[in-house]
């Protein structure tokens, strides 16, 4: 029954069904009629192996009898609902759970500690929940997952030692939280780790360990929009299957490892946004399968390479390095114009793409952007009659119920505030210096916006979101 755009409720009678082995309505447009009651229905089947009820509109908590049902029960789908409370500890009871995907729903609280006795779990997904606290050490236990994913969640603290008992792990994401201290070292020694390791927008700090280069296997490594400092470790000329490493957005330091050239695969790299200095290795001309580099926003000095990726500009963003020079002039001539302060220029333009990239939730580095396309000018496209088509399926999501102070913020106030901030960042990012608006006139014009935003009609309502909170 699942992808069938089905509506209505769940159908009665699934108390009766004994000898039931799978049940999926996945993908369709159910509702809910009495919360997750039904999920209690089914534990008289004793021989269910397989329960899908995600991609629905389904709404309500998970009942603590969800402990009772099948103990041959293997995977469990319940991801992208309307689902909220807790995650009731009695899940543990289903010991036989090979997959557990909880994710994209309105879960809160804390990750229960029991969820460590799932010891046959292979598959953990809690992603684009609310769960906040820290990773319990129990987790840990979990020595058969190879695929984990808390991404887009409150939770905060270190990333637990016992991480690193996942020795079958092929892909870990953690990115868009609040994690912060080191990188704990046993992350790295994780040797069947092949397809991602995602930490990117928390807040972890301190060097990026040598460590890094037992991740032989892995393809994507995205530590990006984090705190870490020091330098690159000339070690990840190890990670040989490497295609993609983001590490924008940091403090790190020194120059750029010449021992990138040794990582074949790499096709693309983005060391933007840090305080790299010294020259562009010119080793990484030699690079012949990267498509993506972006170096912005150091301070990198000397000649510009000129071979390889960079002759073709469209793939190389060097903005930022005012005292880089191009084989077809200097970068701060190029991009800002002469006369201008490249500094005072480059810093508008960053703030202009950032604002960009969080409304968008799309990077300038996004796999869409091919031969002219760029951010910039995908905004630009669709600026002013269709901005929400640009907006981030998050961002959208949460304009659709939007309150402040009890009071309802009208959908036409929020539409006329994102073409104001969309506007704010196309003019910090239009070609010529000269024309940019000002960092000043930029900050007014967001000013503006918010205070425009938080004068709503109002309307009696209990439940809202507190933007200033």
């Given at each position: 029954m699942a992808h069938n755009?089905?509506?209505?409720t769940v159908p009665p009678g699934l108390e009766n069904l004994p000898f039931l082995e799978m049940y999926n309505i996945g993908f369709n447009r159910i509702v809910s009629e009495d919360g997750l009651s039904f999920v209690t229905s089914l534990k008289n089947s004793t021989r269910l192996n397989f329960l899908a009820i995600d991609g629905n509109q389904?709404?309500?908590?998970?009942?603590?009898?969800?402990?009772?049902?099948?103990?041959?029960?293997?995977?469990?789908?319940m991801g992208g609902n309307r689902i909220y409370g807790n995650i009731p500890p009695s899940i543990s009871h289903l010991s036989s759970l090979t997959l557990l995907n909880l994710s994209y729903n309105s879960?809160?609280?804390?990750?229960?500690?029991?969820?460590?006795?799932l010891v046959e779990l292979q598959e953990l997904g809690l992603a684009?929940?609310?769960?906040?606290?820290?990773?319990?050490?129990?987790?840990?236990?979990?020595?058969?997952?190879?695929?984990?994913d808390l991404s887009g969640n409150r939770l905060l603290g270190n990333i637990p030692t016992t991480f690193g008992n996942f020795q079958k792990l092929l892909s870990m994401d953690l990115s868009n939280n609040r994690f912060n201290g080191n990188i704990t070292r046993e992350i790295f020694n994780l040797p069947s780790l092949s397809t991602v390791l995602n930490l990117s927008n928390n807040l972890l700090s301190g060097p990026l360990p040598e460590e890094v280069s037992l991740l032989e296997k892995v393809?994507?490594?995205d530590l990006s929009g984090n705190l870490l400092s020091g330098n690159i470790p000339s070690s990840i000329s190890k990670c040989k299957s490497l295609e993609k490493l983001f590490l924008a957005r940091n403090v790190l330091s020194g120059p750029i490892p010449r021992t990138l050239e040794e990582v074949k695969g790499l096709d693309t790299l983005d060391l933007s946004s840090n305080q790299l200095s010294g020259s562009i290795p010119v080793e990484l001309q030699k690079l012949q399968?990267?498509?993506?580099?972006?170096?912005?926003?150091?301070?990198?000095?000397?000649?510009?390479?000129?071979?390889?990726?960079?002759?073709?500009?469209s793939k190389v963003h060097l903005e930022g390095n005012p005292k880089l020079c191009l084989h077809l002039g200097c970068v701060s001539s190029q991009k800002y114009g002469m006369g201008e302060k490249p500094s005072t220029a480059g810093d508008v333009y960053s703030f202009g793409v950032m604002l960009?990239?969080?409304?968008?939730?799309?990077?300038?580095?996004?796999?869409?952007?091919?031969?002219?396309?760029?951010?910039?000018?995908?905004?630009?496209?669709a600026f002013p009659a269709n901005v929400m088509q640009v907006l981030d399926p998050e961002m959208l999501q949460l304009m659709s119920n939007l309150y402040h102070d009890d009071k309802s913020i009208s959908p036409d106030i929020q539409h006329d505030c994102l073409i104001t901030i969309l506007g704010v960042g196309l003019s910090c990012t239009v070609e010529s210096s000269d024309a940019r608006i000002s960092i000043r006139n930029a900050l007014h014009k967001l000013k503006s916006a918010r205070e425009t935003l938080f004068k709503p009609a109002p309307i009696e309502n209990t439940e809202y979101i507190d933007l200033e909170a």
């Open positions: 755009l089905l509506e209505g389904l709404e309500g908590v998970i009942p603590e009898s969800i402990g009772n049902l099948s103990k041959v029960l293997l995977k469990l789908y879960l809160s609280g804390e990750i229960p500690l029991e969820i460590g006795n684009g929940n609310l769960i906040s606290g820290s990773i319990p050490n129990s987790l840990g236990n979990l020595q058969k997952l190879n695929q984990i393809v994507a490594i399968a990267l498509q993506s580099l972006n170096l912005s926003f150091n301070n990198l000095e000397g000649v510009v390479p000129s071979g390889g990726v960079f002759t073709n500009l960009l990239e969080l409304f968008t939730g799309k990077k300038p580095t996004h796999e869409s952007f091919i031969g002219d396309l760029n951010l910039i000018r995908w905004v630009q496209s």
